[in-house]
């Protein structure tokens, strides 16, 4: 690392520690080279925003909106919903005398935003969304969120967690009324809000949601005139927020469990769940997007659209067989190896964690051959808690049992065996240091750094397995994050600034933004592994506690992980289905699956059954379609309607 490793990591950890008092405060302290606090427009949104005239503002928000949904080159399905906004806030704001900023409370409206993958969603919310917000609310007048930090992190915004300033536990209403701490920094990041935006809004829990929307009253109540008792009021929903625009996909996987989720069945549901569906209700607009800009391949374009079909239909057979030749199961050696050519930077995922382990094991390998580097197998620490006292139970045999335990949901979300090399793009599967070094982040490994008292002759294979070479202990991995600029470690000085530290005007000192450590993590609790006697009738149940690194290739993943992810430059897809999944979350899986890739050029399927054609033409699970339409089908329909109209009345009507 440049320095000695603990000074470098108690660096990390007071920057870390820096960020994250003012991410529970939200109230700046000193400040540090950190740009997660504020910034809420992407490097593409902000230059869009340069270029635009400075008065033009002065004109209103539908003059603003037209210009930001020209300069983002949204078509004539993506700019439908923008004008619904535009609209609404053009007739507050001259109702309001034209401010230079609008009042931050008072609704406005509360919308809807539906869309299979490729849709153009995030475009419309980064690029055209979060300026529009920011111009009329100011800098701190936009608050975007998500129930993941995944797709928080696809918008540049925070966690719901985070947004509601809720520290873990339950989300009985008992337990919401904030503490002074809590009540500050809701204050601080609520009052000055005029807009709300939520991605994949559909996959975050029914009690979450009403969490979020109470808390976010409790931070606006004393600035605003808002009645806390009515938080749930349509008028007070979110502190009386002025808009809240909601985005997801109602047809993709639910959240875990799938019984929490907005869209669950009810009957059996919590007092806050049944609050949180009854506010995700209030709707003035309900606007599904149809075109599929990310998707170059009209068969597979058809076979999407098909599926998401109301009442099921049928594929046509050159759309079935389309599908069908993806599959290279029953293809010779020969013929496999040739589809699989070129294939070692593609994404490999599968329902099953058996079949994901393998995928690690196979995109890693692929990977560093790829790269010409090393690869580094770093088997994982287990402790077992409860040893039985049977000779036959050696280490090795227990450590072999162990191993073989594939799901990380199990295991901590810590691999049994770390497969690392330079270069390789990693998913951290863990949270290292929030805010920023969170589950599910994704980088670039940049350091190696082994342990000091791994064995000078460590087994390295030259021969059978070049390249490859098992590491003895747990060593420390240097990533630097996608999209972060902290400084978490010390700054590497050149030769010439060696004696009186990195300078920053020095293009050859190195600050290492975006960089941070990660050291191997003891899981938080242990996993229970059966074990059979190998030479008896006697099994034991023992209970296991693992240290690893919390770390993965990206690009092998279950189908949960998939979701909000664009495959490029390809994916290879298992198609062994868990027996305990329903109808209805194999018929997801399968549009999730589907959806990823652009074309079906860049799908190799693995074992494709015949019967996925069945779930295909069945059509989305009715028990989803129906709660759904329950809620919103006459409302999408009135709001297809009227985007139409005021498409036309502002004169955004002109075709693509």
């Known amino acids: 690392m440049g320095v000695i490793i603990h000074e470098a990591l108690q660096h990390q950890k007071t920057t870390a520690e820096t960020l994250r008092q003012q991410q529970d405060t939200e109230v700046p302290h000193e400040p540090i080279e950190s740009d997660a606090q504020v910034q809420i427009l992407t490097e593409e949104a902000a230059e869009l925003l340069q270029s635009i005239p400075t008065d033009l503002a002065a004109a209103g928000p539908v003059a603003f909106a037209k210009h930001l949904v020209e300069a983002a080159t949204l078509n004539h399905d993506q700019r439908a919903p923008v004008a619904l906004i535009a609209n609404d806030m053009q007739m507050a704001w001259e109702k309001q005398g034209k401010p230079k900023l609008m009042d931050p409370v008072g609704r406005i409206l509360r919308m809807l935003l539906l869309g299979g993958g490729g849709c153009g969603k995030s475009r419309i919310v980064n ?58 920094a809701l204050e601080y990041l609520w009052t000055p809000c005029g807009a709300f935006i939520i991605d994949e809004a559909p996959q975050g829990a029914a009690a979450l949601y009403h969490a979020v929307a109470l808390r976010s009253c409790y931070g606006r109540v004393a600035a605003h005139e808002v009645e806390l008792s009515d938080y749930a009021e349509p008028s007070q929903s979110f502190g009386a927020m002025p808009i809240v625009v909601e985005c997801g996909d109602e047809l993709q996987l639910p959240p875990v469990p799938a019984s929490a989720g907005v869209f669950a069945e009810q009957s059996q549901a919590a007092t806050e769940h049944l609050a949180g569906v009854e506010i995700f209700k209030q709707k003035d ?183 490859i070479r098992i ?35 020095c293009t050859s000192c190195d600050f290492r933004a975006g960089c941070i450590a990660v050291e191997p993590q003891l899981a938080r609790r242990s996993f229970p592994v059966e074990v059979q006697d190998p030479g008896g009738n006697c099994a034991y149940t023992i209970q296991v506690q693992r240290r690893q690194l919390p770390m993965t290739i990206k690009t092998a993943s279950t189908i949960h992980t998939l979701q909000g992810v664009t495959t490029d430059p390809g994916l290879i897809f298992h198609w062994k289905f868990p027996r305990f999944f329903s109808e209805e ?30 779930i295909i033409e069945a ?38």
């Open 127 to 184: 690029l055209v969304l979060s300026a529009l917000f920011l111009i009329f609310w100011g800098p701190r007048g936009c608050v975007k969120a998500a129930p993941s930090n995944k797709a928080a992190r696809g918008i540049l915004g925070k966690t719901l967690h985070i947004a509601a300033k809720l520290g873990g536990g339950s989300l009985n209403i008992m337990n919401l009324r904030p503490q002074t701490a809590a009540k500050r």
């Open 285 to 467: 607009y309900v606007y599904r997007l149809s075109t599929m800009k990310r998707f170059t391949d009209a068969t597979q374009i058809s076979i999407l659209t098909k599926m998401r079909r109301s009442g099921g239909c049928k594929l046509t057979k050159q759309e079935w067989k389309a599908l069908r030749d993806t599959d290279i199961s029953a293809a010779s050696a020969t013929e496999q190896r040739r589809r699989l050519e070129g294939t070692e930077l593609w994404y490999q995922a599968a329902p099953t964690w058996a079949t994901v382990s393998m995928a690690q094991v196979i995109r890693s390998r692929l990977s560093a051959v790829k790269a010409a580097a090393t690869l580094f197998i770093v088997p994982a620490k287990d402790y077992v808690l409860n040893r039985p006292v049977n000779a036959r139970l050696t280490d090795a045999y227990l450590a072999e049992v162990i191993s073989s335990v594939p799901n990380m949901n199990n295991t901590g979300r810590l691999p049994s065996i770390g497969l690392f090399h330079l270069g390789m793009v990693i998913r951290l599967t863990n949270t290292v240091e929030a805010p920023e070094a969170v589950t599910d982040s994704t980088g670039e490994i940049v350091g190696i750094d082994l342990d000091p008292d791994e064995p000078s002759a460590a087994t390295e294979h030259t021969s059978a397995i070049e390249g």
């Open 619 to 656: 059509g989305p699970p009715e028990g989803i379609l129906s709660r759904f339409n329950d809620m919103f089908e006459e409302k999408e329909k009135a709001t297809h309607i009227r985007a139409a109209e005021v498409m036309r009345e502002l004169g955004w009507d002109a075709t693509d």
């Open 471 to 505: 590491l003895h202990r747990l060593p420390t991995i240097t990533v630097k994050l996608h999209g972060v600029r902290t400084n978490f470690l010390p700054p590497m000085p050149c030769t010439l600034h060696a004696a009186t530290g990195a300078c920053r005007d």
């Open 585 to 614: 979350l194999r018929w997801l899986a399968t549009y999730v699956a589907l959806s990823r890739p652009p074309s079906l050029a860049q799908l190799i399927s693995v074992g494709l059954p015949d019967e996925l054609r069945n």
